[in-house]
């Protein structure tokens, strides 16, 4: 099967957790990464080099998604050492690491989701799409969360810039289906990360899983499996789809 193999996909925030499955799961299917990371080189190193592990081929990219010019530097960095990007997961995001009431969340804290969680999308893909008009050919995947399907209690900055994604993608997703291009989202559940653990005490977790109807926590692995298949040649006749990767939590 074709899958991803030849193809050049750039993973923001690809360094760790959910970005280091799915920059695994499209090398190991045969596509070049681009790992991309604000922060963490360290992390997106060992991304890199689990890559290369199993002879896989990759670089790393250091860019803020949320500034224009840098995500540009990052396209043409990318464009000059592994070739055009034709598979984009926009997984970079700023998360939540405590419960806020809306009336305690302040502009800064509200702006800054928005730049990463919403613009960063946006740059990335005003970037990709004319390489992939060119070509005639592209996917892009963008991720979501439950939370803009369910609201987010005590969270309602992440669940409103993890929604806009939504309408984002299906507006794109029709506009250019015509140039062989999809445009999907995967919206993943309760997702055992850094981040999962960063936000969450030891003693809640059982509980939280008592919700979850397949019993478990889910995985990066469970996450970049749905990553995948959109990314494939084989779903080229499925786009302005969201896809939960919960565990029937939402």
Known sequence: MPGVNGHVALVTGGSRGIGRGISLRLARGGAKIAVNYYQNENAAQETLDQIRSFRGEGITIRADVSKKDEVKMMFEYIQEKIGHVDILVNNAGEGQLRSQLTTTIDEEMWDRLYQVNMKGVFLCCAHALPMMVKKQWGR?????????????????????????????????????APHGITVNVVAPGKIETDLFHATITPENIPQLVKRIPVGRLGRPEDVAESVFFFASEEAGFVTGQVMVVAGGYA
Do not use: D, W
């Open 140 to 176: 892009i995947i963008n991720i979501s969360s439950t939370a803009a399907i369910t609201g987010g209690s005590s969270g309602s900055h992440y669940a409103a810039t993890k929604g806009a994604i939504i309408p984002f993608s299906k507006s794109l997703a029709r506009e250019y």
